[in-house]
Structures are given as structure tokens and as C-alpha cells.
């Protein structure tokens, strides 16, 4: 069965930093992509970034420079390192894993992923 757990949401100050990990189990890690999405109140899910197995990276245009998503196969583990945040990155945000063993390359849609996790909240305070 696959788990994916986050941790590492919290509440910062704008142009802080918040480094968010997602622990996977239940499937061979290194085979899937992962991705990040977000959700505030009100607003729709919203593709954050993601890595493909092979380490390819996709980001949204509007987090570009200042997230950085990772992978650590050895530790079943997804970063997504977050810098200079911003108010309106202030969302639950959630690691998903692909459907399938390396995927069709459509990182940014939420089809794409069959797994997710409870989510994590990122507030930033202005």
C-alpha cells in the first residue's frame, strides 16, 4: 500500500524559506515521478512543480527561481525547497507520485499522479 506523508509546512514571513519533504512507501520510488501541488480556500489545485524518474524538472511559471524541487531516491524522499515566499504561495500543499512506472511526461497535470498525500500548510504572513 502507498503512503506519502509531508512534513515541513508551517507559517514564515514573507521572503522566508520553508523546505517541505514528502516520505514515500509502498512502491519502487525510483520508478515514479513525483510531483507538488497546492490548494488555497476557494481556489482550485494548482500544479507546483515536479520531477520526472529521471530527474527531469518541471516548475509553474510563477514559482520559477525561487522553488526547487528534488529527489532522493536512497531515502524514498521529495523536497520541495521553498525561498522567497510569497503571501499568495500561502496554500495546503500536497506531494503525489505518478500512476505509473515512468510516466507519459505530463508532470503538470493532476491525472498524471494516482497517489497523494494528507497535505501540509504553508502560511506566509505579509
Known amino acids: 500500500q502507498v503512503q506519502l506523508v509531508e512534513s515541513g509546512g508551517g507559517l514564515v514571513q514573507a521572503g522566508g524559506s520553508l523546505r517541505l519533504s514528502c516520505a514515500a512507501s509502498?512502491?519502487?520510488?525510483?520508478?515514479?515521478?513525483m510531483g507538488w501541488f497546492r490548494q488555497a480556500p476557494g481556489k482550485e489545485r494548482e500544479f507546483v512543480a515536479a520531477?520526472?524518474?529521471?530527474?527531469?524538472?518541471t516548475y509553474v511559471d510563477s514559482v520559477k527561481g525561487r522553488f526547487t524541487v528534488s529527489r532522493d531516491n536512497a531515502k524514498n524522499t521529495v523536497y520541495l525547497q521553498m525561498n522567497s515566499l510569497k503571501p499568495e504561495d500561502t496554500a495546503g500543499y500536497y506531494c503525489?507520485?505518478?500512476?505509473?512506472?515512468?510516466?507519459?511526461?505530463?508532470?503538470?497535470?493532476?491525472?498524471?499522479?494516482?497517489?497523494w498525500g494528507q497535505g501540509t500548510q504553508v502560511t506566509v504572513s505579509s
Open positions: 509502498g512502491r519502487t520510488f525510483s520508478s515514479y515521478a
Open positions: 503525489a507520485q505518478g500512476a505509473f512506472p515512468y510516466g507519459s511526461g505530463r508532470y503538470g497535470l493532476a491525472g498524471e499522479y494516482a497517489q
Open positions: 520531477v520526472s524518474w529521471s530527474g527531469d524538472i
